[in-house]
């Protein structure tokens, strides 16, 4: 079942469109963001940490 909601406010692509997307959700506002990979876990985790969230500061 798709949620509209989740949609909306779902970030995926490479790591550098998702570190876009992040600094744009940062400037509206956002005090916490939750990383939940949808598939490979492992893998989705280690790219989070090594190449997302260092460009994020």
Do not use: W
């Not at 692509?13 to 916490?32: I, K, S």
């Amino acid at each position: 079942m798709k949620s509209p909601e989740i949609e909306a406010a779902a970030i995926a692509g490479t790591p550098m469109d998702c570190v876009r997307q992040l600094r744009e959700v940062v400037a509206a506002g956002a005090e916490l963001i939750l990383f939940t990979p949808l598939f490979a876990s492992a893998e989705h985790a280690e790219r989070l940490a090594s190449e997302v969230i260092p460009e994020l500061g």
